[in-house]
C-alpha cells in the first residue's frame, strides 16, 4: 500500500501491472511490456489534489522528489536492451523515499 489513505491509488497501480503481464502472456513473444514505477519524480501532480490535508501530504512528500531525467533514463535503459530481454518491471525512487 502506497500509504494511509493511498489504498485506492495503489490498487489502480497493481492493475496496470496485471493488465501489462496479461498482455504480455496474450500476444506472446512478439512483444515485450514494462511497467515503470517511479516514487516521488518532480512532476506537476504535487499540484492537483484541491483537498486541504492530501495537498499539504502531498507537497511534503514531494520535497524529496528526484528529476524527471532519472525516469526518462530508466525507459531508455528498458527499450535499449535486446530485443529478447524484456525489462518487465522498473521502480525507481528517491533513496530518501521509505515507501
Known amino acids: 500500500v502506497f500509504s494511509p489513505g493511498g489504498t485506492v491509488y495503489s490498487g489502480t497501480k497493481f492493475a496496470v501491472r496485471a493488465i501489462s503481464e496479461g498482455l504480455r502472456h496474450e500476444v506472446g513473444g512478439t512483444i515485450r511490456t514494462t511497467t515503470i514505477e517511479p516514487g516521488a519524480i518532480e512532476s506537476e501532480l504535487k499540484f492537483g489534489s484541491s483537498h486541504k490535508e492530501s495537498s499539504e501530504f502531498v507537497t511534503d512528500f514531494y520535497k524529496q ?6 525516469v526518462a533514463r530508466a525507459i531508455a535503459y528498458a527499450i535499449e536492451q535486446p530485443a529478447d530481454v524484456d525489462i518487465n518491471e522498473i521502480v525507481l525512487r528517491p533513496t530518501s523515499q521509505e515507501f
Open 65 to 70: 522528489a528526484i528529476p524527471a531525467d532519472s
